[in-house]
């Protein structure tokens, strides 16, 4: 099992950007699908985003064209760039990985990491 290490959360207007970032630590597997997901108090913990082995992405409807996912596998960091960021999107986020065959499904992911709070101010 990995250890994933967020950052970058803060407190954004909004129409502003954030970029998050997590650092995995451990024995890495080059099949692991990485994610964010987000979570508002008192409701489920919801998919963002995710990247494949191969770079292929996937986003939730309500982030697409705003949000952007990346890897840098040299560098063992995931990133999720942030832009017009709109109040909903205020949540604790999370970074999640393993080698699932669903990205939407959470409890396929044997990895999270403690999670960074986003907060969006209008």
């Known amino acids: 099992q990995l250890q994933l290490v967020e950052s970058g959360g803060g407190l954004v207007q909004a129409g502003g950007s954030l970029r998050l970032s997590c650092a995995v630590f451990?024995?890495?597997?080059?099949?692991?699908?990485m994610s964010w997901f987000r979570q508002v108090t008192g409701r489920e913990r919801e998919f963002v985003a995710a990247?494949?082995?191969?770079?292929?992405?996937h986003y939730a409807a309500s982030v697409k064209g705003r949000f952007t996912i990346s890897r840098d596998n040299a560098k063992n960091t995931l990133f999720l760039q942030m832009n017009s960021l709109k109040p909903d999107d205020t949540a604790v986020y999370y970074c999640?990985?393993?080698?699932?065959?669903?990205?939407?499904?959470?409890?396929?992911?044997?990895?999270w990491g403690q999670g960074t709070q986003v907060t969006v101010s209008s």
């Open positions: 990247i494949t082995v191969s770079d292929d992405t």
């Open positions: 999640a990985a393993g080698r699932v065959s669903n990205v939407l499904r959470r409890d396929e992911y044997p990895s």
């Open positions: 451990g024995r890495t597997d080059d099949r692991n699908i």
